[in-house]
């Protein structure tokens, strides 16, 4: 099975300062992946996702941990299992087995033979200290990460992350230089609809933007903003390893075809929540989208 053009197009997202090289070593790993029979570590990935999608918790991480087993020699493996461990206890709530399965992830990124990957484990790990209120950890891991500009979309959810830590130190100004960086990278690929990296990049670009209008206490800019945000194609943004103000499945018992009213940013706005079903496995695709089949979503509409 070939791979096909625009696929190979957005998986490298365009980046000149890959060298030739290295976008034919990525482009051969594709390929061999897609080539390849159903390996232990993929076949237990699968599982792990048709738990997730199920909403069994347990049988997902179960099958997480067999796939870590799977590929006990490969570090760069290894840390992409543990990454998706840790999305997964964060979606549950268990913020101390995020952190230390993403700091796991971290090591095992730092030992593989895919730097490039490093920069999103990095990241990872700034947004745990983040969300910790440990700024200066976080901050130097930002800095650690932004070095790397090969790929241009992890670069710009690295910015974005540097953009939150300035929004929590209140600086605005730098925070908004911050956000016109990743508006001139993500920009260019607008275009690409089906593209989870990007898209993700710009459902963080305007939740970010909502923060700094909440801030600046413009409320019908912040709102319009999020609107923006949870506008975005769901199956390539919202679910794409971004926090989520309103959370989903397992935080909230999310009930089909039912409102009830809120509050976002000062405002009154009313919550529809309603169901989606995706055309795609989760195990088919390569997005850290969190569901499958039917998922409970809510979108936050204006009054």
Request: proline fraction near 4%; glycine fraction near 6%; hydrophobic fraction near 40%.
């Amino acid at each position: 099975m070939s791979i096909p053009d625009e696929l190979n197009h957005e998986a490298l997202n365009e980046d000149e300062e890959l060298s030739e090289e290295e976008m034919a070593e990525m482009l051969q790993a594709i390929e061999d992946a897609a080539n390849a029979p159903p390996s232990p570590w993929l076949i237990a990935m699968g599982e792990a996702h048709e738990c997730e999608a199920a909403f069994d918790w347990s049988g997902a991480e179960a099958a997480y941990r067999r796939a870590i087993a799977a590929e006990a020699d490969r570090p760069s493996i290894q840390a992409k299992t543990y990454q998706d461990l840790a999305k997964l206890f964060s979606l549950i709530g268990l913020d101390e087995q995020d952190f230390e399965a993403t700091k796991t992830a971290t090591q095992l990124a730092r030992q593989g033979n895919m730097p490039i990957m490093l920069p999103l484990h990095l990241r990872d790990e700034a947004v745990c200290y983040l969300d910790a209120g440990d700024l200066d950890r976080a901050e130097a891991l930002l800095e650690e990460a932004r070095g790397d500009t090969r790929l241009k979309v992890s670069h710009a959810y690295v910015l974005g992350t540097i953009a939150r830590c300035r929004i929590a130190r209140g600086d605005l100004e730098a925070a908004q230089l911050a956000l016109d960086e990743i508006w001139q990278i993500i920009e260019p690929h607008s275009e690409f609809e089906i593209a989870a990296g990007w898209q993700g990049n710009f459902a963080a670009w305007w939740g970010l933007t909502a923060k700094m209008r909440a801030q600046r206490h413009d409320w019908p800019g912040a709102i319009a903003a999020q609107q923006e945000r949870l506008a975005l194609d769901p199956e390539n943004s919202l679910l794409h390893g971004q926090p989520l103000d309103l959370q989903f499945a397992g935080r909230e018992e999310c009930t089909a075809d039912r409102s009830s009213g809120g509050n976002l940013f000062g405002r009154e706005v009313q919550f529809t929540i309603f169901q989606k079903t995706w055309p795609m496995p989760r195990s088919q695709w390569g997005s850290r989208q969190r569901m499958n089949g039917n998922v409970s979503r809510i979108i936050a509409l204006s009054k």
